[in-house]
Each structure stands twice: as structure tokens, then as C-alpha cells.
């Protein structure tokens, strides 16, 4: 746990400013293997993804919720690095119930 916490506390001293992506690839593979959860996709399963909306700018194209194209990510972002583009959203429930519990949880505005 202390190899562990010391990897995190040099990743929160890095100057990303600087694009250190060698080092961070580094620091990350140093952690060792990181549980996930997976889930399997099947056609017609729900993704929910959300992203801000204002006035002058609505959805009215798939591009406008969709992730950049790796060959155009040149920055760091929530889940995406430079070159490495990450799509990333929330795994509706099948189950009708389960489902309202979400929904619930998302505000339009």
C-alpha cells in the first residue's frame, strides 16, 4: 500500500502542462493490475452519456456526443490521452425498475 500511495502522490506533483506522457504510462503500469468492471454489449443496450448544453448550443449531430478521433485528441482529457481517444458513459439497466432509479438522477438543466 505505501508503493502504492507514494506512485499516486508523485502522479499528483507531475506538471501536466508539459505533456510528461512517458512518465505518467510509467507511474500507471508501476501500479500494477487495477480492478474493472466489465460489461458485455449487445446490440440495442443502452448507453447513457450526458454532456452540458446551453442555449446557444444544441445536439444536432451524433459528432456533438460522439469522442474526438485519435488521430485529432492532441490533449488530456477526462478519460482520453493524447493520440488515445476514450468513449465513456453509463450502462443503463435492463431491468424497468432499476432503470426509473437512474433516469431519476439525470436533471435537464
Do not use: W
Amino acid at each position: 500500500m505505501e508503493k502504492i500511495n507514494e506512485i499516486i502522490d508523485r502522479l499528483k506533483s507531475l506538471d501536466l502542462s508539459t505533456y510528461p506522457i512517458n512518465e505518467l504510462y510509467t507511474l500507471i503500469s508501476d501500479l500494477g493490475k487495477i480492478p474493472s468492471i466489465l460489461v458485455d454489449l449487445h446490440p440495442g443496450k443502452v448507453i447513457m452519456r450526458a454532456r452540458p448544453i446551453n442555449d446557444e448550443k444544441e445536439i444536432q449531430r451524433i459528432a456533438d456526443v460522439s469522442y474526438k478521433p485519435k488521430q485529432l485528441n492532441t490533449t488530456f482529457r477526462r478519460a482520453s490521452v493524447p493520440g488515445r481517444s476514450m468513449f465513456y458513459g453509463c450502462i443503463v439497466p435492463e431491468n424497468e425498475h432499476d432503470r426509473e432509479i437512474i433516469n431519476n438522477n439525470v436533471s435537464s438543466k
